[in-house]
T-cell receptor, first 114, second 111 residues
Framework: DVKVTQSSRYLVKRTGEKVFLECVQD?????MFWYRQDPGLGLRLIYF???????EKGDIPEGYSVSREKKERFSLILESASTNQTSMYLC?????????????FGPGTRLTVL | GESVGLHLPTLSVQEGDNSIINCAYS??????FIWYKQESGKGPQFIID?????DKRQGQRVTVLLNKTVKHLSLQIAATQPGDSAVYFC??????????FGKGTMLLVSP
């Protein structure tokens, strides 16, 4: 089974702190994604990556950056956390091998910024 | 904390009933569609997918129907069980672009 893991289930940070969210997948997928999920807004794409050291902006990249130094790991960075970044963060991975574009999700990190 | 289910359309059914969850998609060029299930406190899980060259696909207790004419997707769950209670999302994709997700529907199953 594909497994996507996220470093923390719950995280509490203070305004202005630098925050790192880590995601690791074990299926050698080339694609990785970071979303945030908020009530009434659904899943919104922050950043994604098609390969090591490659990154693409999603729909809401402002206030975030990412890093993909290894194929299995995709990190989301909040350079200076703000209260409006309180949210559920979901990581996903996918591969186009087999002709499907199904994304496999991690369990999520619920981030609270005080 | 707040549930992802707040502000969502909700479908309430009795255990044993059949459930139908609907989704309207926006891109007429989308050629791949997925249904996801998200239980409280967990990430979305894949349920079933369908390509645009099909109009129906069946899994275990689930069926997805695709009507490209009206850009409509539905998920049918047979003999709904309390464990089916969750938020259900559809997602669409064109080629190998990123997925576009619907807002979701909350399914509540009463014993």
């Amino acid at each position: 089974d594909v497994k996507v893991t996220q470093s923390s289930r719950y995280l509490v940070k203070r305004t202005g702190e630098k925050v790192f969210l880590e995601c690791v997948q074990d299926m050698d997928h080339e694609n990785m994604f970071w979303y945030r999920q908020d009530p009434g807004l659904g899943l919104r794409l922050i950043y994604f990556s098609y390969d090591v050291k490659m990154k693409e902006k999603g729909d809401i990249p402002e206030g975030y950056s990412v890093s993909r130094e290894k194929k299995e790991r995709f990190s989301l960075i909040l350079e200076s956390a703000s209260t409006n970044q309180t949210s559920m963060y979901l990581c996903a991975s996918s591969s186009i091998a087999g002709g499907r574009n199904e994304q496999f999700f991690g369990p999520g990190t619920r981030l609270t910024v005080l | 904390g707040e549930s992802v289910g707040l502000h969502l359309p909700t479908l309430s059914v009795q255990e044993g009933d059949n459930s139908i969850i609907n989704c309207a998609y926006s891109n007429s060029a989308s050629d791949y569609f997925i249904w996801y299930k998200q239980e409280s406190g967990k990430g979305p899980q894949f349920i079933i997918d369908i390509r645009s060259n099909m109009d129906k696909r069946q899994g275990q207790r689930v069926t997805v129907l695709l009507n490209k004419t009206v850009k409509h997707l539905s998920l049918q769950i047979a003999a709904t069980q309390p464990g089916d209670s969750a938020v259900y999302f559809c997602a669409e994709n064109e080629g190998y672009s990123t997925l576009t997700f619907g807002k979701g529907t909350m399914l509540l199953v009463s014993p």
